[in-house]
């Protein structure tokens, strides 16, 4: 089983600032079975990033994806207010077919 | 535009069995995507159960395999979760979602989801 393991587990930030998430695989994994999702409080989780840095339709650019093998990447360049949130990455492979990470939480400094 | 609505019994008892369904409206369950079961529970992260295709191949997480049942009704549009010998550390959010595989560089994600529904696991 791959295990994926997100840090910082909350990162404290400002509106208009970078938030930089981070991916960490056990082993090596393909970059088109690493996906990010954004959940808020009573949400369901939504699709950001995909294929680790393909963006879902109608994500705003200011998000972005990059990485490779064992070591991912989520970027905000610069936090709106709506961007406070959990963030999950996602890894797609064999036995368990998907597994996520426990998530980054982005909270208001 | 695909919607997922998850439905069923919001409270269990323990050593019973929990069951769900998620009704498809606007695609065809029987398309060429996967449909899984993911749950979350409550102040956690997210833990895949299992998904199913129309043709009614499974794959399930091992952690869960023994006590895991996934169906699905093509006349009905739906797909079902059983889940047996249920205790307090299965309560959570269960969320039903749907999961695609790009043509191009074969991408894997889920694009829809439900939007979940909680089952607490007490007497």
């Known amino acids: 089983e791959i295990v994926l393991t997100q840090s910082p587990g909350t990162l404290s930030l400002s509106p208009g600032e970078r938030a930089t998430l981070s991916c960490r695989a056990s082993?090596?994994?393909?970059?088109?079975?690493l996906a990010w999702y954004q959940q808020k409080p009573g949400q369901a989780p939504r699709l950001l990033i995909y294929?680790?840095?393909s963006r879902a339709t109608g994500i705003p650019d200011r998000f972005s994806g990059s990485g490779s093998g064992t070591d991912f990447t989520l970027t905000i360049s610069r936090l709106e207010p709506e961007d406070f949130a959990v963030y999950y990455c996602q890894q797609y492979g064999s036995s368990p077919q998907w597994t996520f990470g426990q998530g980054t939480k982005v909270e208001i400094k | 535009q695909v919607q997922l609505q998850e439905s069923g019994p919001g409270l269990v008892k323990p050593s019973g069995t929990l069951s769900l369904t998620c009704a498809v409206s606007g695609g065809s369950i029987s398309s060429s995507n996967w449909w899984s079961w993911i749950r979350q529970p409550p102040g956690k992260g997210l833990e895949w159960i299992g998904e199913i295709y129309h043709s009614g191949s499974t794959n399930y997480n091992p952690s869960l395999k023994s006590r895991v049942t996934i169906s699905v009704d093509k006349s009905k549009n739906q797909f079902s979760l059983k889940l047996s010998s249920v205790t307090a550390a299965d309560t959570a959010v269960y969320y039903c979602a749907r999961s695609t595989v790009t043509t191009y560089r074969g991408m894997y994600y889920f694009d829809y989801w439900g939007q979940g529904t909680l089952v607490t696991v007490s007497s």
């Open positions: 082993q090596s994994v393909s970059s088109s079975y």
């Open positions: 294929g680790a840095s």
